[in-house]
């Protein structure tokens, strides 16, 4: 029994685990200099995205560059003013950002927040300097709609009633025996 209850725990929290970095967006190599994309969430959405660069030199990661995430827009499909002045009112949020070293402690990385405003089709640019070269990596993207709340919320929200009911289990349980 508890090798099944472990498992079913195991199985429903692995769905909700993210990694570093989230999903990569665009990977390129000149002069074997490895440039790696990611952004976090994934698929983008209107509102604040991480966006987060990874630079190697063959195998070896290499922390003194700069990378400028830009995102323009190519076809906006449906635009929500609320989210352009609430990205506008966050401190260090915009469509182009500096990407500085990674807040979540991933010292690998060089992460830059960028506020969408609209949904619909969008160009994510990224410029990294490194060694005195220049790279610029191009991608098309689709950005999403704002996800529900709820929606989004709904596995944390759930823990509560589910502890809740596991401890009263376990407590008709115990009386049995």
């Not at 390129?28 to 490895?34: A, T």
């Not at 560059?65 to 449906?78: D, K, M, Q, Y």
């Not at 996800?147 to 407590?171: C, E, I, K």
């Amino acid at each position: 029994m508890k090798t099944a209850l472990t498992l079913v725990i195991w199985l429903v929290g692995s769905g909700m685990a993210w990694a570093d970095g989230g999903v990569v967006l665009a990977r390129d190599e000149r002069d074997g200099i490895v440039v790696t994309v990611f952004a976090a969430p994934f698929p983008l959405h209107v509102g604040a995205n991480d966006v987060s660069v990874l630079v190697q030199k063959g195998r070896e990661v290499v922390g003194d560059f700069s990378a400028r995430v830009t995102l323009r827009p190519v076809e906006i499909t449906e635009s929500r003013d609320e989210w352009l002045e609430l990205c506008n009112t966050l401190n260090g949020i915009g469509l182009t950002g500096e990407a500085v070293p990674s807040a979540q402690g991933n010292r690998l990385l060089r992460s830059a927040w960028i506020g969408l405003p609209a949904s619909g089709r969008w160009e994510v640019s990224v410029d990294v300097a490194v060694d005195g070269r220049s790279f610029a990596i191009r991608r098309p993207v689709d950005v999403k709609p704002p996800p529900n709340p709820w929606a989004a919320w709904w596995p944390f929200l759930a823990m509560v009633p589910a502890v809740v009911g596991l401890y009263v289990w376990r407590q008709r349980l115990r009386r049995r025996n």
